[in-house]
Structure formats: structure tokens, C-alpha cells
């Protein structure tokens, strides 16, 4: 079983919809959640982070963190097709510093 | 606040020579981390600074990788002896000592073996 798990998609969704991504983690001590955005050649760029048990916004983003089914998603609301890119799922563990990324999923917002 | 540079941006060798890369964090930042990605997958930890320190290497760290950081300012990845599979995207990133730790990530170096 991978540490962290991504559907590889594509997730294809028309412009203006809710653009849901799941990552699933399996070591229990994790303690930090991270989303990054991947565009093609380029290295990830941060989106935003999430720490307790429940939903946290920043603008059109949604993280939601559920702890005791080791899940996590990232909503993405009205998707613009310049949201098209992948998506890393990263965690980071009790007592260490290195991030454990997922394989990312890939997202096409359809114009 | 410039963010974290890499160079090179592009390096093409040869199989069996050594290369040597930089990144210099963004100033101020203590943390400073090495990942390296394929094709398809999420960037894998390879090692880990706090000041000049090295406090974590992962065991894809073969004895071919060295990093340093002797200054507690930029830091160095070499692989000497590269083989093909070394052909990735080495990318460097970091971060303080706030709470948050954030991670954030520089234009990274393409390696190509051939």
C-alpha cells in the first residue's frame, strides 16, 4: 500500500463546476496536509494547507481533513480551465520534516 | 522575497560524469530540502538541512549523492557516476521555523542522462 494514494484521473469537469480531489493516507501520526498544483514542466506551487479535522477555505479552495478516515480532498469551486494542472496530495509525519507526496491527479476543466 | 532558485535550469550529461546543482532557499528560510521527480509521480524526498545541518537522508540517498550546505545559506546536490536513471527533475525547496513549516519550491534542475 502506498503512503499516500491519488486517483491518477484524468478528472474531467465543464468550466464553472465543483471540481472534487481525494488522497487517501495510511500512516496515522500524520499530522499536516498539504494541496500543491502542478502544471506541466513547472515545479509545485503551494495552494494551501490544512491541520484539524474539518473544512478550511481560501477563496474558490476547500480542504476537508477527516482524521479518523485518513482522508483528504480539496474542492475547487467555478473551475476555470487555467485550474487545469495535477495535483499533489502531500503529508507530513510526526516527527519528521520530509514530505510524502501522492502521484498526483490530473485535472482538465473543460471550457 | 525572491522565492528559491535552482541552477542549472537544464544540465545534459553523460552517463558516468559527475554534476553538481544549486539552489539558494528564500532568504531567511532555515529549512532547506532536496526531492527529486519522475515522470508521473510526486516529488520523493531525498534529504533535509536545518541551518548548515543535515538532518534527514533518505535511503534513496545512494552513496553516488552527496548535498551539502555549509553555510547555512544555499545548498549543493551532487551525483557523481550518473547513470540513466538519475534523469529526473531535482527539485529544492524550503521553509522556516514558523508553525506552519510550508514547503515552498524552486523552478527545479532537469537532469538528462545519456
Known amino acids: 500500500q502506498k503512503e499516500v494514494e491519488q486517483n491518477s484521473g484524468p478528472l474531467s469537469v465543464p468550466e464553472g463546476a465543483i471540481a472534487s480531489l481525494n488522497c487517501t493516507y495510511s500512516d496515522r501520526g500524520s499530522q499536516s496536509f498539504f494541496w500543491y498544483r502542478q502544471y506541466s514542466g513547472k515545479s509545485p506551487e503551494l495552494i494551501m494547507f490544512?491541520?484539524?479535522?474539518g473544512d478550511k477555505e481560501d477563496g474558490r479552495f476547500t480542504a476537508q481533513l477527516n482524521k479518523a478516515s485518513q482522508y483528504v480532498s480539496l474542492l475547487i469551486r467555478d473551475s476555470q480551465p487555467s485550474d487545469s494542472a495535477t495535483y499533489l496530495c502531500a503529508v507530513e509525519v510526526r516527527g519528521r520534516r520530509a514530505l510524502t507526496f501522492g502521484s498526483g491527479t490530473r485535472l482538465q476543466v473543460q471550457p | 522575497d525572491t522565492g528559491v532558485s535552482q541552477n542549472p535550469r537544464h544540465k545534459i550529461t553523460k552517463r558516468g560524469q559527475n554534476v553538481t546543482f544549486r539552489c539558494d532557499p528564500i532568504s531567511e528560510h532555515n529549512r532547506l530540502y532536496w526531492y527529486r521527480q519522475t515522470l508521473g509521480q510526486g516529488p520523493e524526498f531525498l534529504t533535509y538541512f536545518q541551518n548548515e545541518a543535515q538532518l534527514e537522508k533518505s535511503r534513496l540517498l545512494s552513496d553516488r549523492f552527496s548535498a551539502e550546505r555549509p553555510k547555512g545559506s544555499f545548498s549543493t546536490l551532487e551525483i557523481q557516476r550518473t547513470e540513466q536513471g538519475d534523469s529526473a527533475m531535482y527539485l529544492c525547496a524550503s521553509s522556516d521555523r514558523g508553525s506552519t513549516d510550508t514547503q515552498y519550491f524552486g523552478p527545479g534542475t532537469r537532469l538528462t542522462v545519456l
Open positions: 490544512i491541520y484539524s479535522n
